[in-house]
């Protein structure tokens, strides 16, 4: 196995690949000591980095990452076949957080809707950017995201797109809106929307407008 280089003095960044670390051990090379900071993990395609009990010993890693002085601001797992349940625990761990994180993306891992309350309580949390693309929401995780919306939302940037949403999607946009004051951007393509979905988040923004 290729010998992973030693961390330097002050680790800023740890970007983790699947193609320089094929396996669990060589990792901890990057974890950072009692004096090091760790504010971007990126484990795009790494598969099943929150699913076997081995790699689901990360997330305390993460949690204790998050309340240093400097704590993770950007976490990237994208494409990582992660577990519903897997990535619940990481949501529960990202929200009772005493420093939070800024940007989440758990984009294109099926999770289905099982994940929907626990994004929905971590979308109370201060984080800005959201990128939950095509990870099998549904209808019925869009309605339970609706439902169980905090009243106040930080997020500015949302991707929701390619979860087949349909009409529910539009529901959650819409009362996204209504929450989120600093939303400035909702990717929401390829959930199947109708004419008549896009009209109805259309006279949100317009009521908003008026009202403010």
Request: proline residues 6%; glycine residues 4%; aromatic residues 6%.
């Amino acid at each position: 196995m290729k010998q992973m280089p030693p961390p330097p003095k002050d680790l800023e960044i740890a970007i983790v690949r699947s193609s320089s670390c094929p396996s669990i051990e060589p990792r901890t090379t990057l974890l950072p000591s009692q004096h090091q900071s760790l504010v971007l993990a990126d484990l795009t395609e790494y598969p099943s980095v929150f699913y076997n009990d081995q790699y689901r010993s990360l997330i305390p890693f993460m949690s204790w990452s998050i309340q240093k002085e400097n704590p993770l601001l950007r976490l990237t797992v994208e494409n990582c076949e992660l577990s519903s349940i897997g990535v619940i625990i990481l949501l529960d761990c990202l929200t009772n957080a005493k420093q939070l994180l800024d940007v989440l993306s758990i984009a294109d891992n099926h999770l289905g809707s099982p994940v929907a309350a626990a994004l929905a309580r971590f979308l109370g949390s201060h984080v800005r950017a959201l990128n939950a693309t095509d990870i099998g929401l549904g209808t019925v995780g869009f309605q339970i995201l609706e439902e169980t919306l905090p009243t106040e939302v930080a997020l500015s940037h949302i991707n929701i797109s390619k979860n087949r949403g349909g009409i529910r999607a539009a529901y959650f946009v819409s009362r996204l809106i209504c929450r989120a004051p600093n939303l400035v951007s909702v990717n929401a393509a390829g959930n199947l929307w109708t004419l008549c979905n896009m009209c109805m988040i259309g006279c949100v923004i317009r009521v908003l407008i008026y009202v403010n």
